[in-house]
């Protein structure tokens, strides 16, 4: 039996607030019965509501509400922060759908229809993605991205994937922090510097112990991934594309770490600015850094040495909304990792910004997925496919000339569009991240049709050129 939204308003149902952890150590709280149709992102679960009752865990009820709840505090974060007018790519339709179990698997797509979540027993645990409100959140926040920036999609540039990767578990961080009872417990435990390992910035502590069991070495000890890290940015060209979970590679869910890294920072030092160190500045530092995110996605071009380009737009975005009032935390997060040299974060000057930033604020959300990139073709036969390949490559101009820090001083020279779209292609392949169809595979094709390793790309007919193109399905 389902019952109706208006019967719902008063009551209450359990749900996990964070990731419950393995053994779980969050205890379920009450929350108010969520609404999916928060505007400007109404989100639905493929499946008819239970009654809000006191299902607890371990049943279908529960993980309903766990992300019900998720993607309904999810949405009504973002919804705050992006300009009006910003709505989910054609393809998901009114409502972004969520499928809370498609089969066995340790893991959770965004598909750019809707998002899939899985399951899967491990010594003896159950482990249920959809029941994680850090996942869920993560998979919203690859369709928020997509809605600001749908050019990242199919950009054959590792640092799209590292952007989208930050940004999702962003989304989880930010939504985390509008729970007054979830500030409270990070203040005390990281005793008011957010920088350091909390709750906060573990993400997906469970999955993260499913995957542990399985192979010791792909995660963190502790969690899947930890925004509290070291990880310095090298030009991911020069990455290799997989390694253990302790070292930096150009896979997306490793080198987005510095970027998510930079970002913690930054949030511990708009904090630290705060009049008070107490829990309501604690959400007023997510809300500035979350809008000065939003504003540099919106505003920054999709170029090489993106990562750089974002952090230079955070800048600007700040010294246009706060007169600058952040830019001494900003940029010492960035340089922290090597996101922005020396001399490019000390370059940012308000009369540099001021001088570039024309149009900064009339900078609007969407667009085609194309716009902006420039098309590579590569000969297929080198990386086992037969005729040629077109991969959509950075292509558009750099507002503020700056990048990242080259380890042995100043900056780093960043990498033309051609060899960033190859050494993307190169690295999928290396990770066995693409389908390719029988039709198009070579005699001496690498594909090695393993079906338990996922795949993010295929290579299809291209539409809008001869021959074929690298074709993104799912952000993981
Ligand atoms: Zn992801």
């Known amino acids: 039996m389902t019952?109706?939204?208006?019967?719902?308003?008063?009551?209450?149902?359990?749900?996990?607030?964070?990731?419950?952890?393995?053994?779980?150590?969050?205890?379920?709280?009450?929350?108010?019965?969520?609404?999916?149709?928060?505007?400007?992102?109404?989100?639905?679960?493929?499946?008819?509501?239970?009654?809000?009752?006191?299902?607890?865990?371990?049943?279908?009820?529960?993980?309903?509400?766990?992300?019900?709840?998720?993607?309904?505090?999810?949405?009504?974060?973002?919804?705050?922060?992006?300009?009006?007018?910003?709505?989910?790519?054609?393809?998901?339709?009114?409502?972004?759908?969520?499928?809370?179990?498609?089969?066995?698997?340790?893991?959770?797509?965004?598909?750019?229809?809707?998002?899939?979540?899985?399951?899967?027993?491990?010594?003896?645990?159950?482990?249920?993605?959809?029941?994680?409100?850090?996942?869920?959140?993560?998979?919203?926040?690859?369709?928020?991205?997509?809605?600001?920036?749908?050019?990242?999609?199919?950009?054959?540039?590792?640092?799209?994937?590292?952007?989208?990767?930050?940004?999702?578990?962003?989304?989880?961080l930010l939504t985390a922090l509008q729970l007054e009872s979830l500030r409270v417990t990070v203040l005390t435990e990281t005793q008011g510097n957010l920088e350091l390992s909390s709750q906060l910035s573990r993400m997906a502590e469970q999955l993260g112990w499913a995957i542990r069991q399985l192979e010791r070495d792909a995660v963190d000890p502790d969690c899947l991934r930890n925004m509290s890290n070291h990880f310095f940015y090298r030009d991911p060209v020069e990455l290799p594309p997989d390694g253990p979970a302790n070292t930096l590679t150009s896979a997306p869910h490793s080198f987005s770490r510095v970027f998510s890294g930079a970002f913690l920072k930054a949030l511990a030092g708009i904090f630290r600015q705060q009049p008070a160190q107490d829990q309501a500045a604690l959400a007023r530092a997510g809300e500035i850094a979350g809008q000065l995110l939003v504003d540099a996605i919106v505003a920054a071009p999709v170029v090489s040495a993106y990562y750089a380009q974002l952090a230079g737009h955070m800048i600007a975005a700040d010294q246009r909304r706060f007169g600058g009032a952040h830019g001494r935390a900003l940029r010492s997060a960035f340089v922290r990792h090597g996101i922005l040299s020396l001399e490019a974060a000390t370059s940012l000057t308000a009369a540099e910004v001021a001088r570039r930033g024309a149009g900064l604020a009339e900078a609007m959300p969407g667009g085609s997925d194309d716009q902006g990139l420039t098309t590579v073709t590569v000969q297929g036969m080198a990386y086992g496919i037969k005729g040629p390949l077109v991969l959509n490559a950075p292509g558009e101009v750099r507002r503020f000339g700056i990048a990242g820090s080259d380890p042995v001083g100043g900056s780093l020279r960043p990498a033309d569009p051609e060899q960033v779209a190859t050494s993307y292609l190169e690295d999928l392949l290396r990770r066995g991240r693409v389908d390719v169809p029988q039709e198009y595979r070579s005699d001496t094709a690498v594909v090695d049709d393993n079906p338990s390793r996922f795949t993010t790309h295929e290579i299809a007919r291209s539409e809008a050129a001869e021959g074929l193109a690298l074709v993104r399905r799912r952000f993981a």
């Open 3 to 172: 019952v109706q939204p208006q019967q719902m308003a008063d009551q209450t149902v359990l749900v996990y607030a964070s990731d419950p952890g393995e053994p779980p150590g969050v205890t379920p709280v009450r929350h108010p019965v969520p609404q999916l149709e928060t505007q400007p992102f109404p989100t639905a679960i493929a499946q008819p509501a239970p009654q809000p009752d006191s299902a607890g865990p371990g049943t279908p009820a529960f993980r309903y509400w766990v992300a019900a709840d998720a993607l309904s505090s999810g949405s009504r974060m973002w919804g705050a922060l992006v300009p009006s007018g910003t709505q989910w790519v054609p393809s998901v339709g009114r409502v972004l759908t969520a499928h809370l179990d498609e089969g066995v698997d340790l893991n959770a797509f965004y598909t750019r229809t809707g998002l899939e979540f899985f399951h899967r027993t491990v010594a003896g645990v159950e482990v249920f993605s959809a029941q994680s409100p850090e996942i869920v959140r993560h998979e919203l926040g690859h369709a928020v991205l997509d809605a600001l920036r749908p050019q990242l999609w199919n950009a054959a540039m590792h640092e799209a994937d590292g952007v989208h990767e930050a940004f999702g578990d962003i989304s989880a």
